[in-house]
Structures are given as C-alpha cells and as structure tokens.
Nanobody, 123 residues
C-alpha cells in the first residue's frame, strides 16, 4: 500500500484545513486508518483513528471537538478535517494504515505510512 498525504499549508489561527490521504496499490477498505503528527523535535503523536467502516473513531484529547476523521472506501481515501486550528497544531501530518481490526494509538502498530504534509498555523 502506498499512501499519499496532501492538503497541508499555512493557515492563520482559528482557520481550517482538510487533509487527504489517497491510497494506491491495494484497497484500504479493511484497514484501520490513522493520522499522526510530528512537531519539530518531538515524537510522533496520535491525532485520530478510524476503523474500516467508520463505525468507530477516536481522537487525541488535544484535537477533540476540532478535528474530524472520515473515510471514503470507494475512493480509497481518508480525510482529516481540521477546524479552529491553533499554533500548537503546527507539525508534519502523516497518514498510516493498520492491517489489524481495532483502533490503534501508537506508531508501531501501523504497517504503512505516507510521506507527510506540513501544516503551519500562524498566531
């Protein structure tokens, strides 16, 4: 599976961005999908996860109520809608795919990774 994240950019605080993660090589319809982020000098941080049929989602406390993860299995794509962005959301955002069935919260649980897209939020 190849994952291509896009949609990052520079936005002012309180603004919005929508990230996309397009998969190729095989269908991701049975995969758990996740978004992680990595700020400069920090470890990968779980942001959001979604199970295969979007029946289960979860978020880091820091983004709950502001970010929404969704998926379109027909398009082999996962999205992250980010609203009310804060400067502390600045990071490189990665999408990842997990072949297991349940939501996963650590980077080592994911089998495939995209290349990342940079989100910069100015104050």
């Amino acid at each position: 599976v190849q994952l291509q994240a896009s949609g990052g950019g520079l936005v002012q605080a309180e603004g919005s961005l929508r990230l996309s993660c397009a998969a190729s090589g095989r269908t991701i319809r049975t995969f758990v999908m996740g978004w992680f982020r990595q700020a400069l000098g920090k470890e990968h941080e779980f942001v959001a996860g979604i199970n295969w049929n979007a029946g289960s989602t979860d978020y880091a406390n820091s983004v709950k109520g502001r970010f929404t993860i969704s998926r379109d299995n027909a398009k082999n794509t996962v999205y992250l809608q980010m609203n009310s962005l804060k400067p502390e959301d600045t990071a490189v955002y990665f999408c990842a795919a997990n072949r297991a069935s349940g939501l996963a919260y650590t980077a080592r649980d994911y089998d495939y990774w995209g290349q990342g897209t940079l989100v910069t939020v100015s104050s």
